[in-house]
C-alpha cells in the first residue's frame, strides 16, 4: 500500500476513536458525575478494584495517560517499521517527562519509578526499578543531560529538556515531504508560539524575571514580529489595560479585562492558548486526509483529552460544579 494509502486507511480508524473521545461536546458528560468511582466505571467499565495503593484519583490519571500512550502507539504500529519519526517524537513527549524523573533522581539520590510511563517497544530511555537512573540515561538518546544535571540548576536542566524536544520536532516538521508539510507546520508553529507566549507571561508574573534573562529560557524558532510580542510581555506596565489590548496576542487576556485588572494571570492565558492549540488540530484532522497532518493532529488531541480528564478527576477531588470545571480547562 502506497504512503497516502496507508494514511487514508489508518485516519478512518481513528475517526471512530476521535468520535468517542473526550474532547468537544464528549467531555461535558464526564464532568456530570459526583463521585470519582462514578468517572472510574464511566470510563473503565467493569475494572475498577477496591484497592488503590495510590489512591483512586492517581490510578485514573495514570489509566488516562497509558491509554493515550496506547492510541498513539497502534497508530504507529499500524504504520509500520521504521516508525515515522514525527509521530514516534510526539509519542515520546511521555519519554520526556520520564527524563524529567530520573533527571531529579540524579539530583536527589532517588526515583520514583511509579511515575514512569512505559512506551515499550517505541521506549528510547529504560529504566528498570532501582537501576542508577544516571547510567538509565547515560546509555539512551539523552545522555547529552547528565553534565548539565551536575553542573546547573534543575529548573534550568528542565528547561533545557522541554526545549529539546521542541527544537526536534521543529527539525522534523521541516524534514517532512511537501505535501504533508504544509497543515503540521501550521499546527506546530501555533504550538511554539504559544508555548513561548504563555511561558513569557509566567517568568515575568510568577518568576519576577527579566526579559534578558528569560529570552533563553524561550523555545528557539521564533523570529520577527513573533519574538518582539514575547518581548513586549516584559515591557508593558502590569495594569497597563490599553497596552494588553493593542499586544498581538491581545485575545489571550480578553477574559480578563475589567475593573479588577491588575496584571495578566498566566494560568488563564494558558487555557486560552490550549484551547486555540485544539481548535487547530481539529481542523488540521479533517483536512487533506491522505497526508501526515490529521495523524499529527490526531496525537495532539490525544494529549489534549489526557488534559481534559485529567482535570475532570481534579475538579472532583475538589468538588468542582459542571461550570466551574469547564470555565478551569476554557471549555466554555
Given at each position: 500500500?502506497?504512503?497516502?494509502?496507508?494514511y487514508?486507511?489508518?485516519?478512518?480508524?481513528?475517526?471512530?476513536?476521535?468520535?468517542?473521545?473526550?474532547?468537544?461536546?464528549?467531555?461535558?458528560?464526564?464532568?456530570?458525575?459526583?463521585?470519582?468511582?462514578?468517572l472510574?466505571?464511566?470510563?473503565?467499565?467493569?475494572?475498577?478494584?477496591?484497592?488503590?495503593?495510590?489512591?483512586?484519583?492517581?490510578?485514573?490519571?495514570?489509566?488516562?495517560?497509558?491509554g493515550?500512550?496506547?492510541?498513539?502507539?497502534?497508530?504507529?504500529?499500524?504504520?509500520?517499521?521504521?516508525p515515522?519519526?514525527?509521530?514516534?517524537?510526539?509519542?515520546?513527549?511521555?519519554?520526556?517527562?520520564?527524563?524529567?524523573?530520573?533527571?531529579r533522581?540524579?539530583?536527589?539520590?532517588?526515583?520514583?519509578?511509579?511515575?514512569?510511563?512505559?512506551?515499550?517497544?517505541?521506549?528510547?530511555?529504560?529504566?528498570?526499578?532501582?537501576?542508577?537512573?544516571?547510567?538509565?540515561?547515560?546509555?539512551?538518546?539523552?545522555?547529552?543531560?547528565?553534565?548539565?544535571?551536575?553542573?546547573?540548576?534543575?529548573?534550568?536542566?528542565?528547561?533545557?529538556?522541554?526545549?529539546?524536544?521542541?527544537?526536534?520536532?521543529?527539525?522534523?516538521?521541516?524534514?517532512?515531504?511537501?505535501?504533508?508539510?504544509?497543515?503540521?507546520?501550521?499546527?506546530?508553529?501555533?504550538?511554539?508560539?504559544?508555548?513561548?507566549?504563555?511561558?513569557?507571561?509566567?517568568?515575568?508574573?510568577?518568576?519576577?524575571?527579566?526579559?534578558?534573562r528569560?529570552?533563553?529560557?524561550?523555545?528557539?524558532?521564533?523570529?520577527?514580529?513573533?519574538?518582539?510580542?514575547?518581548?513586549?510581555?516584559?515591557?508593558?506596565?502590569?495594569?497597563?489595560?490599553?497596552?494588553?489590548?493593542?499586544?498581538?496576542?491581545?485575545?489571550?487576556?480578553?477574559?480578563?479585562?475589567?475593573?479588577?485588572?491588575?496584571?495578566?494571570?498566566?494560568?488563564?492565558?494558558?487555557?486560552?492558548?490550549?484551547?486555540?492549540?485544539?481548535?487547530?488540530?481539529?481542523?488540521?484532522?479533517?483536512?487533506?486526509?491522505?497526508?501526515?497532518?490529521?495523524?499529527?493532529?490526531?496525537?495532539?488531541?490525544?494529549?489534549q483529552?489526557?488534559?481534559?480528564?485529567?482535570?475532570?478527576?481534579?475538579?472532583?477531588?475538589?468538588?468542582l460544579?459542571?461550570?466551574?470545571?469547564?470555565?478551569?480547562?476554557?471549555?466554555?
Amino acid at each position: 500500500m502506497s504512503r497516502p494509502g496507508r494514511y487514508g486507511f489508518i485516519l478512518a480508524k481513528v475517526y471512530g476513536i476521535i468520535a468517542r473521545s473526550y474532547v468537544g461536546k464528549n467531555y461535558r458528560d464526564v464532568l456530570r458525575f459526583k463521585k470519582l468511582s462514578e468517572l472510574y466505571d464511566h470510563l473503565y467499565p467493569g475494572e475498577r478494584s477496591e484497592t488503590h495503593p495510590d489512591g483512586l484519583s492517581a490510578d485514573l490519571e495514570k489509566r488516562i495517560a497509558r491509554g493515550a500512550i496506547r492510541s498513539m502507539a497502534r497508530v504507529l504500529d499500524i504504520l509500520g517499521t521504521p516508525p515515522v519519526p514525527i509521530l514516534l517524537h510526539m509519542l515520546r513527549k511521555y519519554e520526556y517527562q520520564n527524563l524529567k524523573v530520573l533527571v531529579r533522581g540524579v539530583a536527589h539520590g532517588h526515583t520514583d519509578a511509579a511515575h514512569l510511563w512505559d512506551l515499550d517497544a517505541y521506549a528510547g530511555l529504560s529504566y528498570e526499578p532501582g537501576q542508577n537512573p544516571e547510567n538509565a540515561i547515560a546509555s539512551s538518546p539523552y545522555a547529552w543531560v547528565i553534565p548539565l544535571v551536575k553542573s546547573a540548576p534543575l529548573a534550568q536542566v528542565e528547561n533545557e529538556i522541554d526545549r529539546s524536544y521542541y527544537e526536534r520536532l521543529q527539525a522534523l516538521t521541516r524534514d517532512l515531504p511537501a505535501a504533508d508539510r504544509v497543515g503540521v507546520t501550521r499546527l506546530v508553529s501555533l504550538q511554539i508560539s504559544l508555548s513561548n507566549v504563555v511561558w513569557a507571561l509566567r517568568l515575568r508574573f510568577s518568576f519576577r524575571m527579566e526579559w534578558e534573562r528569560a529570552r533563553k529560557m524561550l523555545i528557539p524558532g521564533s523570529r520577527g514580529l513573533k519574538l518582539a510580542s514575547v518581548a513586549r510581555v516584559f515591557e508593558i506596565a502590569p495594569d497597563a489595560v490599553e497596552e494588553w489590548k493593542s499586544w498581538k496576542f491581545s485575545w489571550l487576556l480578553d477574559d480578563q479585562f475589567g475593573d479588577s485588572f491588575r496584571a495578566p494571570d498566566p494560568q488563564r492565558a494558558e487555557l486560552k492558548a490550549r484551547q486555540a492549540l485544539y481548535t487547530k488540530a481539529h481542523q488540521l484532522f479533517h483536512q487533506n486526509p491522505f497526508t501526515l497532518g490529521p495523524l499529527v493532529a490526531f496525537f495532539t488531541l490525544k494529549e489534549q483529552e489526557t488534559a481534559l480528564l485529567t482535570t475532570a478527576v481534579e475538579a472532583l477531588q475538589l468538588s468542582l460544579s459542571e461550570q466551574e470545571a469547564l470555565a478551569i480547562t476554557g471549555s466554555l
